[in-house]
């Protein structure tokens, strides 16, 4: 697609850190304009936003390496790339949440609350970062023979499915859903639990378009790492959403 925006010399502008830094203003907009209604405020988003996507990015490059150690132990010059390439959503995730954990100690704000606020930016924020992978060319599905639905990539020979478009309009309908029926969700950490459920469900069924899905299954299963992960997520989501009220949590307003 559009890997490169433009070049100046030897700076060239990718045009997934674009994206990515666009997905990142979006979610910590909408995270601040969501706070007040969890008894947050703006500036609690926002300060924290900074670490949390700082954590989120190293965890999700680590991960990535540590995924596919095989390569980078051959090849150690890639190891530090600032091209925004080899990252991992599941790794972003585990590396803000850690993150969160420290600032919640430091702050003392609710986690829960935190979490039900900043749970549906998050989601959006992936959406739009599919669109970065598309135009980056990577991250793409299986080898078709007509068009549509197959498209071109840069690098690559024939047509191929356009994977991450689907992804992205699987976690952007999960979104709209969500928010079209977040006043029924008065229990705190509905929203995060529901958000768990929305993603890891997307990405499962992603997993059998991405193009490689099927070199990385497991052992003795017909699924692979990153389903195996998601199913995880998807049952940590609903412990959430079942799980009983503690007497501490006090139900959102209506």
């Known amino acids: 697609m559009f890997p490169e925006l433009f070049t100046i010399g030897n700076f060239t502008l990718r ?16 995270a601040s304009q969501r706070a007040p209604r969890y008894g947050l405020t703006k500036d609690q988003i926002q300060d924290s936003a900074f670490w949390l996507i700082i954590s989120g990015v190293l965890g999700a490059r680590i991960t990535y390496i540590l995924l596919h150690w095989s390569h980078y132990s051959q090849n150690t010059s890639e190891l530090f790339s600032l091209k925004f390439e080899g990252l991992t959503s599941f790794g972003g995730l585990i590396g803000g949440f850690i993150a969160l954990l420290i600032l919640q100690r430091k702050q003392k704000f609710s986690l829960w609350a935190f979490l039900d606020t900043v749970c549906l930016p998050v989601l ?24 549509p639905p197959g498209v071109e990539f840069v ?52 997993e059998f378009w991405r193009i490689g899905a099927s070199s990385e299954r497991m052992a003795g299963l017909p699924i692979s790492f990153a389903q195996l992960t998601s199913l995880v997520m998807v049952l940590l989501g609903l412990a959430i959403l079942v799980r009983p009220v503690a007497k501490t949590e006090r139900p959102l307003p209506g």
């Open 155 to 206: 690098g690559l020979q024939g047509l191929y499915l356009p994977a991450q478009l689907y992804d992205a309009a699987m976690v952007a309908l999960g979104v709209f859903l969500l928010a079209l029926f977040e006043h029924r969700f008065r229990k705190p950490g509905l929203m995060f639990g529901a958000m768990l459920g929305v993603y890891g469900i997307s990405r499962f069924i992603y």
């Open 15 to 30: 045009t997934f850190g674009v994206v990515l830094v666009i997905s990142f203003i979006a979610a910590i907009a909408w």
């Open 124 to 147: 959006l924020a992936h959406s739009v970062g599919r669109l970065g992978c598309f135009f980056n060319g990577c991250c793409y599905g299986h080898a078709v023979t007509t068009s």
